[in-house]
């Protein structure tokens, strides 16, 4: 059964892999533009989508590890470096808003070149960031979420509390649901569709929210 492929570890496992790929289509993008010396007019309206939802993803991720999943596994698994890992989501959250401020830049259509320059060199210093972090917290915290044997009811409660303390904080959803499912390999999107009420992924996403992600589908898988 599929279901069993899911708990908090591997669900976050799988989540790490939507913001290792979307950082690097971001960055391979603004390398691109750069190099053509302006967006292309036509992925214009889908980059900004995507870069923002990046953004804002990645944002909410941290803030779910900072507030939810490291205090409750703190005592569980106390050999992770909590504190190295919450200290580097405050570098990561300081490129991050200079990542917006980029954005809005382009979207008010200031300097091109500029903002595409300053997406870059934020982009650099969360990408030698990245990394190395999720490689700790998977090999320190989410690679052992199984072994503490929770049970399936503690693991429902918490998949449910996270996701839904996650979703909190990543609006709006019609485009980060979408941003989610399709930075993943249909291997995984499924495994991670099983996650949302089946209005959302039958309905929502491919019908009624269509139009607004539908820009940023050059990007996504
Ligand atoms: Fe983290
Ligand atoms: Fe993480």
Known sequence: ?????????????????????????????????????????????????????????????????????????????????????????????????????????????????????????????IDKIWHPHMRIEEEQIYERVGSLNPGPEENNTLKEEFSQFFGEHAEPAYLTVPFMLYNLSPEDRAIIAQGFPEVVTKKLVPIDWKDKWKPMQPFLL
Do not use: C
């Open 1 to 125: 059964m599929i279901n069993e492929n899911r708990d908090v570890g591997t669900d976050i496992i799988r989540f790490h892999r939507i913001i290792t790929r979307s950082l690097k289509i971001v960055i391979q993008n603004v390398n691109r533009f750069l190099e053509i010396e302006a967006i292309e007019k036509q992925k214009r309206e889908g980059f900004l989508k995507y870069i923002q939802t990046f953004s804002t993803v990645m944002d909410a991720h941290h803030i779910l590890e900072n507030e939810r999943i490291f205090p409750y596994y703190r005592d569980k698994l106390p050999d992770a470096p909590y504190d190295r890992l919450m200290t580097q989501h405050k570098w990561i959250k300081t490129s991050l808003s200079e990542i917006n401020n980029g954005i809005k830049n382009l979207k008010s259509n200031s300097d091109e070149l500029e903002s595409l320059n300053l997406l870059k060199t934020s982009l650099k210093q």
